[in-house]
C-alpha cells in the first residue's frame, strides 16, 4: 500500500512538473521572446534588404505569438536539411520556414496542424526555351538539366517521377538554385508553386512553367501541407500556439497576410485536414 502510494505521488509530480515546465516556456517567452528558425525561402520565411524579418509563416507565427503575449520574435537562418538538427539542438525555438509535414519528421518534431497547401512548380527562364510543362517532359528528354534543394520535396518527386540523378544538381538553398538558373547552367528550377511564383513576380527575367504537371498520385497532382514545428518536449507551448494560430488560418485575416507575398485563398488548407492523418500517409 506504502509502495503505491510512492509511486502515485512520483507520477503526480512529474506531471506536475512537466505541465509546469511548459507553462513556465510560455511565460519566459513573454518576457525574453522567441526565436525562430528558418531557411531564407520567400514568401514563407526570408531576410529583407534592411535586414528585416519578413514572410507568410512569419507575419503568422508573429501575430499568434503577439496574442499569446509574447512580443520579440527573431530569427535565425539555416540551410534547410539543418533545421530539425538545429531545433532538437535548442539553438531556436521552433521552425517557420514553409516546412512540409512528413511521417518522418513527425516522428522528430511536434508540428502544428498545417497553415498552408501547395503543389508543385517549375521556375524557367523567359520564354521558357526547353518548353518544360511536366516532370514527364523532364523524364523523356535526358539533356534537360533541373536544379533542385537537398532534401526539398520537389525534388525527392522528381526522383519518384524517374527524373535522372545526374539530371538533377541539387543545392543547399533556393537562392542558388535560382542563381544557377539564371546563369544557364540548369534549364528549370523544381520549386513549390507559391516560391517558383514569388521569384518569377520579383525577376523580369524569370517565369513559371504554365502548365505545368509535377508528381501524380492516383492521376492526380500530389498536394503537400506545411505547419510550424516545435520541440517535442514543447507541447504546451506547442499546443497554445496551435490554437491561436488556427483562430487566424480560419479567417479572413490570414487571406490578407497571404495576399501580401503572393498567396491565395488556394494555399489555406480545408479545416478537415489533419496533422494526424497527414503524419500517416
Known amino acids: 500500500m506504502l509502495r503505491t502510494l510512492h509511486i502515485f505521488l512520483a507520477l503526480a509530480f512529474l506531471t506536475f512538473s512537466s505541465s509546469s515546465f511548459a507553462g513556465a516556456r510560455l511565460d519566459d517567452a513573454k518576457k525574453s521572446g522567441l526565436t525562430l528558425g528558418f531557411s531564407n525561402e520567400p514568401p514563407f520565411a ?38 530539425i538538427p ?5 539553438r531556436f525555438d521552433f521552425i517557420a520556414t514553409g516546412l512540409y509535414i512528413l511521417p518522418a519528421r513527425c516522428l522528430q518534431v511536434l508540428f502544428t496542424e498545417p ?10 527562364r523567359k ?13 523523356k528528354h535526358e539533356d534537360i538539366k533541373v536544379g533542385g534543394n537537398i532534401s526539398g520535396q520537389p525534388t525527392q518527386n522528381a526522383v519518384k517521377a524517374g ?23 540548369i534549364d528549370g528550377a523544381l520549386l513549390i508553386s507559391v516560391t517558383a511564383r514569388w521569384n518569377a513576380k520579383n525577376d523580369p527575367t524569370l517565369e ?5 504537371t509535377g508528381l501524380l498520385i492516383d492521376g492526380k497532382p500530389k498536394q503537400d501541407y506545411g505547419a510550424f514545428a516545435f520541440r517535442k518536449e514543447d507541447s504546451e507551448l506547442r ?19 497571404l495576399k501580401k507575398y503572393g498567396m491565395t485563398q488556394n494555399e489555406v488548407p480545408a479545416a478537415d485536414v489533419k496533422l494526424d492523418t497527414l503524419c500517416k500517409q
Do not use: C, W
Not at 499546443?239 to 487571406?255: C, G
Open 86 to 90: 538545429g531545433l532538437q539542438a535548442k
Open 115 to 124: 497553415n498552408f497547401t501547395v503543389q508543385e512548380g517549375l521556375l524557367v
Open 127 to 139: 520564354g521558357n526555351p526547353k518548353q518544360i510543362h511536366s516532370l514527364d517532359d523532364i523524364v
Open 46 to 83: 526570408f531576410k529583407q534588404a534592411d535586414g528585416s524579418l519578413a514572410g507568410s509563416d512569419y507575419d503568422l507565427a508573429k501575430l499568434a505569438f503577439n496574442r499569446l503575449g509574447v512580443e520579440r520574435i527573431e530569427g535565425t537562418v539555416v540551410a534547410f536539411g539543418s533545421l
Open 163 to 185: 527524373v535522372k540523378d545526374s539530371q538533377i544538381t541539387r543545392f543547399p538553398d533556393i537562392p542558388s538554385n535560382v542563381a544557377s538558373l539564371k546563369a544557364g547552367r
Open 208 to 212: 513559371v512553367a504554365e502548365p505545368y
Open 239 to 257: 499546443d497554445a500556439f496551435n490554437a491561436e494560430m488556427l483562430k487566424i488560418v480560419h479567417s479572413s485575416e490570414y487571406v490578407e497576410i
